[in-house]
């Protein structure tokens, strides 16, 4: 009995090592595939480095609009309002004309 015991025992520590080794191998492949393939990944990088190039365009579209919204405001600050555009927003807005012009619309507003 006590050399049945005896083989068992160093057979049960080598199991038990062979199971620790593939326990820290699935842990490290675990970690390479996130390393890889996860929310951080090389993978993941790339996905937002063009992202971040599509904000960046969005952005730039967006202060070109800005600039030329806030020229706009200035344009009809109620202190130095320009005539030119005050007249072409009532005309567009309010159909105010004066009587000696004649107004013609290429297409028809649905």
Same mark, same amino acid.
Do not use: F, T
């Given at each position: 009995?006590?050399?049945?015991? &005896? !083989?068992?025992?160093?057979?049960?520590?080598?199991?038990?090592?062979?199971?620790?080794?593939?326990?820290?191998?699935?842990?490290?492949?675990?970690?390479?595939?996130?390393?890889?393939?996860?929310?951080?990944?090389?993978?993941?990088?790339?996905?937002?480095?063009?992202?971040?190039?599509? !904000?960046?365009? &969005?952005?730039?579209?967006?202060?070109?609009? !800005?600039?030329?919204?806030?020229?706009?405001?200035?344009?009809?600050?109620?202190?130095?309002?320009?005539?030119?555009?005050?007249?072409?927003?009532?005309? !567009?807005?309010?159909?105010?004309?004066?009587?000696?012009?004649?107004?013609?619309?290429?297409?028809?507003?649905?």
């Amino acid at each position: 009995m006590n050399r049945s015991s &005896q !083989r068992s025992a160093p057979h049960r520590v080598g199991i038990r090592q062979w199971l620790g080794k593939l326990a820290i191998a699935a842990c490290l492949l675990g970690l390479g595939a996130l390393a890889l393939a996860g929310p951080y990944g090389v993978l993941e990088w790339g996905r937002q480095n063009a992202l971040l190039d599509e !904000r960046e365009a &969005q952005i730039a579209a967006l202060e070109a609009e !800005r600039v030329e919204l806030g020229n706009r405001v200035e344009l009809l600050d109620p202190e130095r309002a320009d005539p030119d555009l005050v007249g072409e927003l009532l005309r !567009r807005d309010l159909n105010v004309a004066h009587p000696d012009e004649y107004v013609i619309e290429l297409k028809p507003r649905n």
